[in-house]
């Protein structure tokens, strides 16, 4: 790998890492002063901009990547420094959560759309899988740490460890070596911009397979989190330090998960990877939902972790290889729309059904759907695949 995708590597970790824990100390402190429906308004606030996705995905297609991922972070950096010292009412907090949202929104497919212009085109499997890595274990330690700090060090310490981060994350970012603009869009109009990328949506085959895997995977296996606390208190009789493992072995597995590709990623067909990732989601959840223990739970949450972040490496690697490098921005922008749409759709179904069946078979509907959503990928994705291009997908 080269030394851009290191220092590339190590920001992501830092800046996801950061942001984790600044979430978790924000939920927390919004939660003592202004009570749960406050947290229902900071989660909106911190949401609604994701939809922007397409819109703030195409500046990474009409810009360099790299000014627009340091102008993201240090954006962030200036409203968390706001947050931390100024100490502002609700309605204030609000705005400045959805504004540092917005540039969070900006980075992600900028970021996505960076990576193919540090690696060799072979090297792309390999590096998602690295990349996840890093960013898995920001997902993982920053809740914990965000929770340890807050209740030893108080918030606004807390909040500036986060701007520190964003900082390291724009000095590593910067430092990279200079990009070239990928053909005529540099002169485009952003709305041509958005225009070409939203055509190559609607008709590249293999980014509508993983737009419709994301779209009914994530329906499906977001069940979980409405039965997770009810399985451990109710099913298991277990209490709030359980229900932390179950949340805290997901994110481990999602740091495993791509481990374990990581060294033979370029040895391996994408595709496959894919189609294994939506089985292993599937058999730990189920796995999880029969459990007759906690630990049998936790297995299966690690499990299910696993295959989450190899389908997380998988797909993004499919559209990278697949997707013209001038619209990589805005097809990324709108693809991961689908898993915010997707949970919104969980979170309504599994209310009901929670009621109706229980956590226990919420769960072993969340794995069998998760598991079946290969029915949906699997034909559309071989279309797209034809063997002149089927090649193309193994990495290396």
Known sequence: MTTAFHRFWAARLISYAGDQIARTALLVAVFDR?????????LLAATVPRLFGPALGALADRFDQRRIIVTCDLTQA?????????????????????????????????????LPELVEPERLGVANARLAVGVNIGFAAGPALGGLLLATAGLTPTLLLDVATFGVSAALVAGLRPLSRRGPSAREPLSAVLRDGLGVVRGNLVVRAVACGFLVLVTFAALDNVAVVPLVRDSLGAGPVAVGLLTSAYGVGMVAGPLLIARGADRLRIDLILYASLLIIGAGTILTGLSWAVAIAVAGQAVAGAGAGWHNVAADT????????????????????????????????????????????LFVIAGLGAAATLAVVGPLLSRALTPARRDLVAVG
Do not use: D, M, N
């Open 34 to 42: 202004y009570g749960g429906v406050a947290v229902g308004w900071f």
């Open 78 to 114: 200036l409203l968390y420094t706001a947050i931390a010292l100024l100490s502002p009412s609700l309605p204030v907090l609000l705005g400045l959560v959805a504004a540092a949202s917005v540039a969070a929104t900006t980075f992600t497919p900028a970021g996505r759309s960076l």
């Open 318 to 361: 499919l559209v990278q290889r697949h997707v013209p490098p001038a619209c990589l921005g805005t097809v990324f922008g709108t693809i991961y729309l689908f898993p915010y749409a997707a949970e919104a759709l969980a979170y309504l179904a599994g209310a009901a059904l929670l009621g109706a069946v229980g956590s226990r078979w």
